[in-house]
């Protein structure tokens, strides 16, 4: 039986590939479309999948309530994701959110409220495949080298710096080692204020780059005596992250 889903901020770049990806498997129903937005717009015409008879709506809780559906996408804004995914849990509707820059007391608040009505969910700083991969061997690196530094690229529309790929990616590392350290030769003068990217606990240092003509790429640089290990992940499009929704909606179906 197909997983009825409906997709939140369906006429965003990231949305549109999600609704034409649902669109296109077979085990999947794109029952509803929302979009801040939205003007009963026909989604399939608007992805260029002809006509579905599925038209964006701009009001979510209405077509949580209309549609029903089973699983509920987000790739809205990070002002706006919390209130959406507690608003699908009301209604045992199960989330499956890209959204990054939510804060921490928010993700807790969803946490907690997802394990009280015991539905599942997921909340994902990046659905590619690759990226979760390098985030696993970063964190295998963090064993073997003493100092890191974190290089994440977005494209110039992206609204939260660091990325929510690259704060995973610290937590990753810091959680098999307490921290990082570097013993510089000399004292350290930043010329420009910021020049040395931001701080993250542990003595990791995350350095971001918004620049159009990027879509999301990320280096994790480790630093060893006489040696350093570079791993890097590139998503070249935003269909880069579609195999992963595809993966995760089924498995917050039945949890």
């Known amino acids: 039986m197909a997983i009825n889903v409906l997709v939140a901020g369906a006429l965003g770049k990231m949305g549109r590939e999600v609704c034409k990806s649902v669109l296109s498997a077979a085990d999947l129903r794109l029952v509803g479309a929302v979009d801040v937005r939205g003007e009963e717009q026909d989604v399939g015409v608007v992805v260029g999948a002809g006509e579905t008879g599925v038209l964006v709506a701009n009001d979510l809780e209405e077509e949580l309530e209309r549609k029903r559906p089973d699983v509920m996408v987000d790739f809205t804004r990070p002002d706006a994701a919390a209130a959406n995914v507690k608003a699908a849990l009301c209604r045992r509707v199960r989330p499956v959110v890209g959204t990054t820059g939510m804060g921490g007391e928010e993700l ?22 690759g990226a979760v991969l390098m985030i696993h061997f970063a964190a295998e690196a963090a064993k073997y080298f003493p100092c890191v530094e974190i290089i994440e690229l977005h494209h110039d529309q992206k609204l939260d710096a660091p990325s929510g790929t690259a704060l995973a ?85 039945v949890a």
């Open 108 to 129: 807790q608040e969803i946490v907690e409220m997802a394990e009280k009505l015991r539905i599942g969910g997921i909340v994902a700083p990046n659905f590619a495949i």
């Open 169 to 253: 990616t610290a937590g990753a590392m810091l959680r098999v080692r307490g921290g990082f350290g570097r013993e510089p030769a000399a004292a350290e003068v930043e010329k420009l204020p910021g020049a040395r990217g931001g701080l993250y606990e542990g003595g990791v240092r995350v350095h971001s780059v918004r620049l159009p003509g990027l879509v999301a790429h990320q280096e994790v640089i480790f630093g060893g005596l006489g040696q350093t290990l570079t791993i890097r992940h590139d998503s070249i499009s935003r269909e880069s992250f579609m195999p992963g929704v595809q993966l995760a909606i089924p498995l917050v179906k």
